[in-house]
């Protein structure tokens, strides 16, 4: 065998180790019984040393130099020797039993804070969720120094390959300058028109599972490869043609769940698109999580927000829960799914005040990471956060600083990727009905197809063959740019253009 056919047998090995460790964490956080979580932990702990044990095979060393001298290799092949090098490059600086600490340290603390955000106890998690954020400092400290950046920086890497935060910083405080008095202008505008009325439950959690699936169906997702789930936080996961979603139910507002789903199954048709040929390779996997994170916001907030989503979704939300009245009209619906209002939950935020919540999140996972906040003075600093960016102070902790699942299962440095995310979704979804003028036409008669044809092409099916740059510069004609984000929040917001 080629030194490159080596190392493609032996990271189509980890691939299907990552695919049995995905389905265990999708088991823990839907269907694991409590008396079970030591034993996950466990378990899952030595899936993830095996996986550290693989990427950083000693036989890799000598297999990639002479792979990448191999000329006979195509662009794709290239491709995958440039992530397999990335991955490799920052995992052999992470010991095993560093590695192996921090699964145990994840797996205790998710399990705590399910308890500590129903009882809104951030006392309770505080010693576990402390034992974690050190491990990540640990983590991000090494791999800083073989790849030259910050603490922060190098777990952003992990999310964001080539991001940095001295860009994201000035991007979210130019957002952080313009969001509040857009909102304000926004509220202003809403407050002139007369109030909408809103369908009145209740809404039962099994007719709101039907509709959640019927339009997942709409959007396009392959059933035979996945399956819809309930869970405290909802997320997109499982393994490579495997891919599961849930959602989480309010029978006083089916608006909520509706739209998380939509929001997953936009995650989960990216994962369901990618190469086939590709699948069980660092070049087929999913470009970083700010394009990941722009598929679920596309379908979410650009398509089925649009009055031509709702219009087509009023009569089957009718028929779903027996409405009928004004409050059941299309035009209430649409101003329903497009109300700005200042709230403290992240995942019911709407387009406007959503990245607030996240600025707030990305400054304080970066001062924590750097040690300039005491975790025991998360709460205080978040509510103080809340108030200066959205005007609001979560009455508890359960609607502060506990809403998220990321900080209790390790996953620092993600938070940014969800607005770059919606930037991202902007311009992809205007570059798309530039290139097929049809597209929204078509999702007024609930027809997806050519707006995920236009995804496959040029986003899903390229995986991670580019660059994030590259790949959104030939998708879209530029680099990411927030004047396409603004310009959208203006026209659906403040009616201009």
Known sequence: MTAYAEIAAHFGRIAALSNAIGILDWDNATMMPKGAAETRAESLALLQVLRHGMITDPRLSGWLPEAEADNRLGEWERANLREIRRLWTVQTVVPADLVEASSKAVSAC?????????????????????????????????????????????????????????????????????????????????????????????????????????????????????????????????????????????????????????????????????????????????????????????????????????????????????????????????????????????????????????????????????????????PAAWNDGMKALLGVVPPDDRLGCLQDIHWPSGGWGYFPTYTLGAMTAAQIFDAANRAEPGILPAIGRGDFAPLVGWLRANIHGQASRWETDELLTRATGRPLDAAVFKAHLRRRYAGEG
């Open 110 to 378: 998710e399990m705590a804070w399910r308890q500590a955000r129903a009882d809104s106890d951030f006392a309770a998690l505080l010693p576990k969720l402390q034992e974690v954020l050190r491990l990540q400092r640990e983590i991000g400290r090494a791999k800083g120094e073989a790849l030259g950046l910050s603490a922060y920086d190098a777990l952003l890497n992990d999310y964001e390959p080539g991001g940095r935060s001295a860009k994201i910083d000035a991007l979210f405080d130019d957002l952080a300058g313009f969001l509040p008095g857009f909102t304000e202008e926004v509220l202003a505008a809403q407050a002139r028109r007369p109030a909408t009325p809103r369908p009145q439950g209740p809404f039962p959690v099994d007719s709101q599972r039907a509709l959640g699936v019927a339009m997942m169906g709409v959007l396009g997702y392959d059933f035979e490869r996945g399956r819809l789930d309930v869970s405290t936080h909802p997320f997109c996961g499982g393994a490579d043609n495997d891919v599961r979603i849930t959602t989480r139910y309010d029978e006083t507002d089916f608006t909520r769940a509706l739209m998380g789903v939509l929001h997953e199954t936009g995650h989960a048709l990216y994962e369901q698109g990618r190469p086939q040929a590709w699948m069980n390779q660092p070049v087929g996997q999913a470009r970083g999580m700010s394009l990941h994170e722009s598929q679920s916001l596309l379908m979410e907030m650009q398509a089925c927000r649009s009055r031509e989503f709702i219009t087509f979704a009023t009569p089957r939300m009718r028929d779903a829960f027996g409405g009928s009245g004004p409050a059941w009209e299309a035009e209430a619906l649409w101003r329903h799914y497009t109300r700005v209002e200042r709230g403290f939950i992240r995942v019911d935020a709407d387009e406007v005040t959503y990245p607030a919540h996240v600025i707030l999140r990305y400054r304080l996972e970066k001062a924590m990471i750097a040690d300039e906040l005491p975790l025991a003075d998360l």
